[in-house]
């Protein structure tokens, strides 16, 4: 079966600029989340979705950030007026409702010039 | 407030010996606890959980962890090292947030296997 998919897999952008980034978790997976990862580091969690409940935002570094999520299916993080301090790997994960376990997507890469 | 230390951020064995990754962690209720891997340029992929069953967890590729909670650890190990094992290792625990459940990511461990 499909798993977790994510678009770009790259985008090099200029500063100032906006980006979006997609996810579409694996179908019937209820719950979605956002990380960043940056070089060498842990990840950090940004944002998660639970079906029709509200999002948990606490992540969100600032208010440049932002995602939406259509019902139980794909996702968009965006970044608006990029800094090169975004510049990271946005790893997209999926999990059935009240399972912890996550399964991964390969992650896109933003590098902001 | 819950919380997971990795306690190594690198660790080097020699191909075929043993691999002992340490992680302790913090949470003030009966916590559900995972390993991940990261293989370079690949995605995340889940080693093992625990979540309240058996104490020793048996996962993918001959690792397992135990957990010891009078000692907060769930450390991972594995009795030979392979070079394929090379990778980043991350140590995760979960935690409810009202009708959520979120999960808190260590920093991670590099293992390299040295020939």
């Known amino acids: 079966g499909a798993g977790v998919s994510q678009s770009p897999s790259n985008k090099v952008t200029e500063k100032g600029k906006d980006v979006e980034l997609r996810c579409d978790p694996i179908?019937?997976?209820?719950?979605l989340y956002w990380y960043r990862q940056r070089l060498g580091q842990g990840l950090e969690f940004l944002i998660y979705?639970?079906?029709?409940?509200?999002?948990?935002k606490s992540g969100l570094p600032s208010d440049r950030f932002s995602a939406e999520r259509t019902g139980e299916s794909v996702s968009t993080l965006t970044i608006q007026r990029t800094q090169q301090e975004d510049s990271a790997v946005y790893l997209c994960?999926?999990?059935?409702?009240?399972?912890?376990?996550?399964?991964f997507g390969p992650g896109t890469r933003l590098t902001v010039l | 407030a819950q919380s997971v230390t990795q306690l190594d951020s690198h660790v080097s064995v020699s191909e075929g010996t043993p691999v002992l990754l340490r992680c302790n962690y913090s949470?003030?209720?009966?916590?559900?606890l995972f390993w991940y891997v990261q293989h370079p340029n690949k995605g995340l992929q889940l080693l093992l959980k625990y979540t309240s069953a058996a104490t020793l967890v048996k996962g993918i590729n001959g690792f397992e962890a135990e957990f010891k909670k009078s000692e907060t650890s769930f450390h991972l190990t594995k009795p030979s090292a392979h070079m394929s094992d090379a990778a980043e290792y991350f140590c995760?625990?979960?935690?409810?947030?009202?009708?959520?459940?979120?999960?808190?990511w260590g920093l991670g461990t590099s293992l390299a296997v040295n020939p």
């Open positions: 994960a999926s999990s059935q409702r009240g399972e912890g376990e996550q399964f």
């Open positions: 979705f639970q079906g029709n409940s509200a999002p948990d």
């Open positions: 995760v625990v979960s935690r409810p947030a009202g009708n959520n459940r979120k999960l808190i």
């Open positions: 179908s019937g997976h209820t719950a």
């Open positions: 949470s003030s209720y009966s916590p559900s």
